[in-house]
């Protein structure tokens, strides 16, 4: 028989329990597994596959959930069996409730999480990277994401508690209870139960805590343990030996773009400066500038990025480049030098267009590296998992001295 009744679970409202159960226990042991897996070489097409699957079992979950919900709205719910045992009955009540929240909050922040990130990972269902009215953010990733591992930690006592107390109906009191959930059996009086609002309010109010929390939470640090970049001292600006006129940067931004699985991750340094001398009369000038590695944001894959197969900060925290200006007509200019990253020097040309009104310069421009220049990320061989060609692009505005 599909529907409930009034001392049994219907099959349909089994069939939900039993599939969302084994697809949750599933996806909590792939995470697992993905969250103490190093992240290297060796093991990217490996936790690729896994996350994929991790991700798509979490949207098929949130499916069944809506499904089950909606069906449980409609059905007759079996009565405790117990009733005159008021506290352990309203402690069964709010774990089932607490369970509801747990299938449906726990998939949608992951794929929250995943929407508001690029690249890595994508669910093998055809739905897509995007969410509506998810913005590709790091700030909303992370929100994202520490709901989902609260919501983890949450589903675990839940869990726990839910078997610990079909265990304890089955083994010690041998009641029914367990049965008319797996085998449809009945178990209860018919017309003894009185439902009560007190158990989903206490859930939705215990739900609000845990989605609330990371919001009213400082900051947290950054993948390697420092403070976060604008709680950095700035980069100690080099000096140039130069007659030109110096020029001192006010603001600017210096970001970097590479494919990940096909898709582009953006990232930027928050701590650099820069030594310019620039005469517009020649067009000619020299720039020195200095890079705290260390303040590397790159959407998920921050730590990686700065671990020892890629910018290898913990042993290479600065990069440098040093390079000649000179205009090539109007507007556009090139920098032409060296970068030192990761211990390796490798000539660069930076394209640049460069305007100034009275005082005050506005530059903008972009290079292509190749990441295997620098022996970055030797390991990814295949470019469909990291791509060679790492975009950079600088905006800065910079006021005579």
Do not use: C
């Not at 509801?100 to 909050?105: D, E, S």
């Not at 000096?239 to 494919?259: F, M, Y």
């Not at 009104?357 to 530059?363: S, Y």
């Not at 972009?366 to 990320?377: A, E, N």
């Amino acid at each position: 028989m599909l529907t409930n009744t009034a001392t049994r679970y219907g099959a349909l409202a089994r069939f939900f329990h039993w599939a969302i159960a084994l697809l949750i226990l599933t996806d909590i042991a792939l995470g697992l597994i993905g969250e103490n897996t190093p992240r290297t070489a060796e093991t990217a097409a490996g936790l690729t596959t896994l996350y994929s699957v991790h991700k798509t079992i979490g949207v098929a979950v949130l499916g069944l959930a809506v499904l089950r919900i909606l069906w449980a709205i409609t059905q007759p719910k079996p009565v405790p069996v117990h009733p005159e045992r008021k506290a352990e009955t309203l402690l069964a009540e709010v774990i089932h409730w607490m369970l509801y929240g747990a299938i449906v909050i726990m998939p949608l922040s992951g794929w929250v999480m995943h929407s508001a990130e690029t690249g890595f990972a994508p669910i093998l269902w055809p739905f897509g990277q995007d969410l509506p009215f998810v913005p590709k953010s790091e700030d909303v990733a992370h929100m994202a994401g520490a709901v989902h591992g609260l919501s983890a930690l949450v589903i675990y006592l839940t869990v726990a508690l839910h078997v610990a107390g079909a265990l304890k109906h089955a083994v010690i009191e041998k009641d029914g209870v367990l049965s008319r959930m797996s085998r449809g059996t009945d178990a209860g009086v018919e017309g003894e139960a009185h439902a009560s609002a007190l158990p989903p309010v206490l859930a939705a109010v215990l739900w609000i805590a845990v989605v609330a929390f990371p919001f009213v939470m400082p900051a947290p640090e950054r993948p390697d343990g420092t403070a976060a970049p604008m709680e950095q001292a700035q980069v100690e600006q080099a000096e140039l030996a130069s007659d030109l006129p110096s020029w001192t940067v006010d603001q600017g931004s210096l970001t970097i773009s590479v494919k990940q699985m096909g898709a582009p991750v953006e990232g930027s340094f928050a701590n650099w400066s820069a030594a310019i001398a620039y005469d517009e009369a020649t067009g000619t000038g020299e720039v020195t500038v200095t890079i705290d590695t260390t303040s590397l944001t790159l959407g998920s894959v921050t730590q990686q990025a700065m671990g020892p197969e890629f910018f290898n900060t913990e042993t290479y925290a600065t990069a440098t480049f040093e390079g000649e200006i000179s205009r090539i007509e109007g507007a556009s200019h090139q920098a032409v030098g060296t970068l030192t990253l990761v211990g390796q020097e490798v000539p660069v040309t930076l394209a640049f267009d460069l305007t100034i009104d009275g005082d005050t310069a506005t530059m903008s421009g972009t290079s292509t590296l190749d990441r295997r220049d620098f022996g970055m990320g030797a390991g990814y061989a295949d470019e469909g998992t990291v791509g060679f060609a790492v975009e950079v692009a600088t905006t800065l505005t910079a006021v005579r001295q």
